[in-house]
Each structure stands twice: as structure tokens, then as C-alpha cells.
């Protein structure tokens, strides 16, 4: 079964510092997709990056990186710079089809909390 | 270029009640997606309209309908509410056309607190 697992309920991070924020996936698929999305007190969902399963390099969006272990089933995002407005909760989600109808599985989030 | 919109902000209903609720996609977008986020979970797929059918469901009961309307626009509609659908429910729109990688489009989402 498809499956997101985000073990991290919550955590503290300095101004500044970078941040990992971790993801594992369980999937038969081959062809698969995963998202990270941000969301604010506000509610909603804000696209920060996503990752083929067949892309070979990781991908970046600028403060965004995402660390992709295909043998792990992981798919770690990366914050470098932390910034105040980065204190939200963030999400890991993964796409069950590879055309552009598809519905998101998604982890129980991460809570990040930014400290000046 | 207006994104994703949802109607109404928030909700308060009681058991047994009906509800609506409205999202209006991005426009050049054609396919809605509706989503329930219980208060400390992640979201979970309730179903997604395209050319106005229903064309994938998650494991939701028969009291989730939906429809789409030729704008393009959704409702989403429950019957009977229990306790449990309070939540928010997000509406994500995308465009079928995009290949693959279709970056779905959140709106703020409903509020529903059923009493």
C-alpha cells in the first residue's frame, strides 16, 4: 500500500541554520512523484518542490533542496538559510499516477518553528 | 491572475445537516480535486472532477458528493454531517493538459465545524 511517513511532529530550529526535514515513501509503483508543501497558520497549501522518481539529479528551488535516496524510499526536504517566515507546517506528499490527473498521499506533517 | 478560491471562509453546522461548498479553480485550469484535512493530519483525497465527472475517489462514503459545473468551477457536497467532518476541506485545481508534472493549486480552504 501506498504509504507517506513523516516521523518528526515537530521541530525548534535557530535562525539561519539549515533544517531536514524527513519523508519516507513506500510504493510497488515505478513511475511515481513526490511534492513537499508548506502551510502556513492561513491554511493553504503552498507548492515548495517535487521530485520524479526517474529524475537522477535532486531537485532545488532556491533555499529548497530536496535529498532524494531512491533505494531508501526517502525523500528528505532541506531548508538552508532559515528564515522566521519558514515557521509553519510542512508536508510530504506523493503522486499515485504520472499523468496530470492525480490525487496526493500525503504524511501527517512536520511543525517547524522558527527561533529568532 | 486570480488563483484557487473557496466559499465560504468558514462553517458552522450542526449533526445531521447538509453543507456546500464552492471552489473556483485558477484560471486555464480544468480539473478541481477535493481534499478533507482533519485538525492535526494531513490531508486526505475525497475525489476529483474532470470535464465534469467524477473521475477518482478516495475511500470516502456516498454522503461526499460533488459536482462540476462547465466553468470548470466545484462543489462539494455532504449529507448527514457527523462530528467527525469537521475539518478543513481543501480544494486543489490543475490542468489536465500539463503532462507530467501538473502542480495541483491549493486554495485557503473551508472551515467546517459540525456541532
Known amino acids: 500500500a501506498q504509504k507517506i511517513t513523516q516521523t518528526q511532529p515537530g521541530m525548534f530550529v535557530q535562525e539561519k541554520e539549515a533544517v531536514t526535514l524527513d519523508c519516507t515513501y513506500d510504493?510497488?509503483?515505478?513511475?511515481?512523484?513526490l511534492f513537499w508543501y508548506k502551510q502556513p497558520s492561513s491554511g493553504e497549501m503552498i507548492f515548495l518542490i517535487y521530485?520524479?522518481?526517474?529524475d537522477e539529479q535532486n531537485a532545488t528551488e532556491g533555499r529548497y533542496s530536496l535529498n532524494f535516496q531512491k533505494a531508501r524510499k526517502s525523500a528528505n526536504l532541506v531548508i538552508s538559510a532559515s528564515q522566521l517566515g519558514d515557521s509553519a507546517m510542512y508536508f510530504c506528499?506523493?503522486?499515485?499516477?504520472?499523468?496530470?490527473?492525480?490525487?496526493?498521499?500525503w504524511g501527517a506533517g512536520t511543525k517547524l518553528i522558527i527561533k529568532p | 491572475d486570480a488563483g484557487v478560491t473557496q466559499s465560504p471562509t468558514h462553517l458552522i453546522k450542526t449533526r445531521g445537516q447538509q453543507v456546500t461548498l464552492r471552489c473556483s479553480p485558477k484560471?486555464?485550469?480544468?480539473?478541481v480535486s477535493w481534499y478533507q484535512q482533519a485538525l492535526g493530519q494531513g490531508p486526505q483525497f475525497i475525489f476529483q472532477?474532470?470535464?465534469?465527472?467524477?473521475?477518482q475517489r478516495g475511500n470516502f462514503p456516498d454522503r461526499f458528493s460533488g459536482h462540476q459545473f462547465p466553468n470548470y468551477s466545484s462543489e462539494l457536497n455532504v449529507n448527514a454531517l457527523l462530528l467527525g467532518d469537521s475539518a478543513l476541506y481543501l480544494c486543489?485545481?490543475?490542468?489536465?493538459?500539463?503532462?507530467?508534472?501538473?502542480?495541483?493549486?491549493f486554495g485557503p480552504g473551508t472551515r467546517l465545524t459540525v456541532l
Open positions: 521530485q520524479g522518481s526517474y
Open positions: 510504493t510497488s509503483d515505478q513511475s511515481y512523484g
Open positions: 506528499a506523493m503522486r499515485l499516477q504520472m499523468d496530470s490527473n492525480y490525487q496526493l498521499i
Open positions: 484560471s486555464g485550469h480544468d480539473t
Open positions: 486543489a485545481s490543475s490542468y489536465s493538459r500539463q503532462g507530467e508534472f501538473g502542480e495541483q493549486f
Open positions: 472532477y474532470y470535464e465534469e465527472e467524477e473521475r
